[in-house]
């Protein structure tokens, strides 16, 4: 039984690395982000505008500005503006219960960025892998390091809308919301908690 068990996490942590590995950069879209983050900067303010927001998602996600503008309109109808955003990669696999592993930049409004991985579990996928790019708007963050911390999924949150599947995270009062497109993204795929850090963990129990 021990060995089954340990048969079985091997491979669903090669299938969830196998997915991730599918996500590579694309040096023209962060360029790009990069871009619309310094203009963001330099218009001043502590937040970004739905403006500068739906830019950087159909950029980074690859959707139509009028998908993005009607993300936008939910999230800040529910959140307000955030202040800051993750542009990333995930990708993650499963035998019953899975895992998901993602890595991305984290960009400020006031100009502060952060190299960021996030890794946890997650119920609700068949057997199998998928891979999506994420842009996960963030609020209430003050400090970027305050950033790596474990963030537990918010019950009831999760919706679609204009094709993207949306959820909240939330922890010691800062608040995440990624919204995913891509490859097998799936809203029933609940996220018990989600660890980010400075570097890749691989074990995220």
């Keep these: 039984m021990k060995a089954l068990k340990t048969t079985a996490l091997s491979l669903l942590l090669g299938l969830a690395l196998t997915a991730c590995s599918t ?6 879209t962060h360029t790009q982000i990069q871009d619309r983050h310094n ?8 937040s970004y505008s739905d403006g ?11 959707v139509t500005a009028e998908s993005a503008a009607t993300t936008i309109e939910r999230l800040f109808k529910d959140r307000g503006r955030p202040v800051g955003y993750i ?21 400020m409004k006031n ?5 960021v991985y996030w890794q946890g579990p997650t119920v609700g996928f068949d057997l199998g892998a998928d891979a999506s790019k994420v842009f996960t708007l963030v609020y209430d963050l003050q400090n970027p390091d305050f950033i790596y911390r474990r963030y537990p999924g918010v019950d009831g949150s999760a919706y679609l809308v204009a094709g993207m599947a949306v959820n909240y995270q939330r922890a010691n009062g800062v608040t995440l919301a990624p919204i995913r497109t891509g490859v097998g993204v799936r809203l029933g795929a609940k996220v018990g908690y989600t660890s980010y850090t400075k570097k890749r963990n691989y074990i995220p129990f």
């Design 23 to 28: 996500t590579k950069n694309n040096p023209t």
């Design 111 to 115: 100009g502060q960025t952060r190299k």
């Design 52 to 62: 500068e927001l739906v830019s950087a998602i159909s950029t980074h996600l690859g």
């Design 87 to 107: 542009t990333g990669e995930e990708g993650g696999g499963a035998i019953g219960v899975g895992l998901r592993y993602g890595k991305g930049t984290l960009w």
């Design 39 to 46: 203009q963001a900067v330099q218009n001043g303010g502590d």
